[in-house]
């Protein structure tokens, strides 16, 4: 049996390239609940999306201080309903932005299912999108800040792009399966 020098590096095997991410049409990262994304896309399409949701709500609470409101007297008699029913500035601008709110809310609700199936977990979570601040922030470090699932899993395959083959690479140079071993320390004679 031939013995290895234990002070010399282990021979690292060489790496492999890693094959490119898969990419998604932006039609199907936005609006469709299937499949997987990484946390870069997401991070990319949740900002602007959240952001434009925070400025249409915005926009909704601030005309609802705006619009008058008459006050109800009851001891006033009914009056005859008008054959055409004006409309309000304020109420048509009202009526465009949950027109905007509704696909708005769409894209972050895809966006965020797809974090879960990259995570192995259902679209169920999605319930905490509409959690008030503590959803939000959940949502944020399980979908935002931490790595999916490593190879193909339930929902499709890696959002990276990584087979499971990467998995017994070696890391830094030391071969897979073999542990480093250290030569054992000698103590001095006295």
């Known amino acids: 049996m031939t013995e290895t020098d234990p002070y010399q590096p282990p021979k690292a095997q060489p790496l492999l390239?890693?094959?490119?991410?898969?990419?998604?049409?932006?039609?199907k990262v936005l609006f469709s609940f299937k499949g997987r994304i990484p946390r870069s896309t997401y991070l990319i399409w949740s900002f602007p999306s959240n952001a434009l949701i925070g400025y249409l709500l915005e926009k909704l609470v601030s005309l609802e201080r705006t619009v008058p409101v008459a006050p109800r007297n009851s001891a006033l008699p009914a009056a005859p309903v008008p054959d055409e029913i004006p409309l309000d500035p304020a109420m048509i601008t009202a009526l465009w932005l949950l027109?905007?709110?509704?696909?708005?809310?769409?894209?972050?609700?895809?966006?965020?299912?797809?974090?879960?199936?990259?995570?192995?977990?259902?679209?169920?979570?999605?319930?905490?999108?509409?959690?008030?601040?503590?959803?939000?922030?959940?949502?944020?470090?399980?979908?935002?800040?931490?790595?999916?699932?490593?190879?193909?899993?339930?929902y499709g395959p890696d959002s990276l792009g990584e087979d499971e083959n990467e998995k017994s690479l070696p890391k830094e140079g030391v071969p897979a399966g073999k542990p480093i071993t250290r030569p054992p320390l000698r103590r001095p004679k006295p």
């Open 99 to 154: 027109l905007a709110y509704v696909p708005l809310l769409w894209i972050r609700l895809a966006l965020l299912a797809k974090r879960w199936h990259d995570k192995d977990r259902s679209a169920n979570w999605l319930i905490l999108a509409f959690i008030p601040l503590i959803g939000d922030v959940i949502n944020f470090i399980e979908c935002g800040c931490q790595r999916g699932t490593r190879g193909p899993n339930q």
């Open 17 to 27: 390239p890693r094959k490119p991410p898969r990419r998604l049409a932006v039609g």
